[in-house]
């Protein structure tokens, strides 16, 4: 687990959810685009991250 991680683990322990959105590139290029990692790359690992993580709620 990255550092960051278990510090946030350590400090909100089961409140956390189980989910990572790993970073990438197209996650980060698409604000500056003004649209949603679902419009810029529907199909990358950030947008099938975050599907992921909307299932779980």
Known sequence: MH???QSLH???GDRM???VIPETVKLREAP???ISI???DSNGI???AYREL???K
């Open 38 to 40: 679902f419009e810029y």
């Open 32 to 34: 500056s685009h003004g």
């Open 46 to 48: 950030g947008a099938k």
């Open 17 to 19: 959810f189980k989910a």
């Open 54 to 56: 909307m299932a779980l």
């Open 10 to 12: 350590n400090h909100f």
């Open 3 to 5: 550092w960051a991680q």
